[in-house]
Each structure stands twice: as C-alpha cells, then as structure tokens.
C-alpha cells in the first residue's frame, strides 16, 4: 500500500464521526492544523499497517506491513465505527497521527501515556 494522506481534507466530521471537535490537542486527542501539516511533509516516517481489534476504551491493535513492532493506539473515542479489524491504515509514530481512509486522527501510543 503506498500511503498518500496528503490529500485527505482536515474537516471536523473527519476527525470525529459525530462533528464534534475536543477541546484536547493532546496525544489522543484533536489532530492540530499544524500536526497535520508536519505529519505530511515528513513522509518516510509513515508505517503501513492493518489494523487490529479496537476496544471500548479507545485502544487499537496495529500490526505494520513489514512486520516491525507497532505500539497498540488510543484515541478518546472508540475508534469501532472508523476503523474495522484487516482495513490498512498509516502510523506516523513521530506526529502520532493515525490516517484511515480519508480521516486524520491524533492518537497516543502506550508508552507514551505511561509517566
């Protein structure tokens, strides 16, 4: 999969399936203009993975393409209804942006909500 997510538009109803915007810019949380426009213009720091089990609490599973080591990713909502076990998704790991399909999502990885 070559991931392009340059084109995928920054719209509130992307971010959350139900218009509404956070009040967090925070890992996990709403995607900042900026951490986008960052996210987009370093583009070897994508991974291309197939997303895994999602749970109630905003955790998802991601296994990358190329068999490194992907943590599992949170986002405030439950991710269920945007992303569905097997669907190809793409990690940028330094921006913690999280793109599936046309949505942009910012997401925390464990090790970074520990401390």
Excluded at 45 to 68: F, K, N, P, Q
Excluded at 90 to 106: D, K, M
């Amino acid at each position: 999969m070559s991931t392009s997510p340059r084109t995928a538009p920054h719209t509130a109803a992307a971010l959350h399936p139900a218009g509404d915007m956070c009040a967090h810019a925070a890992p996990g949380h709403d995607l900042h203009p900026i951490q986008k426009r960052l996210a987009a213009a370093t583009p070897s720091r994508w991974t291309d993975a197939i997303a895994g089990e999602t749970s109630a609490d905003g955790w998802l599973e991601l296994h990358a393409v190329d068999g490194s080591p992907l943590p599992r990713v949170w986002h405030h909502e439950h991710l269920g209804d945007i992303v569905h076990p097997g669907e190809p998704v793409a990690l940028h790991g330094r921006y913690h942006v999280l793109v599936v399909g046309s949505s942009w999502l910012n997401v925390a990885d464990a090790p970074s909500l520990v401390g």
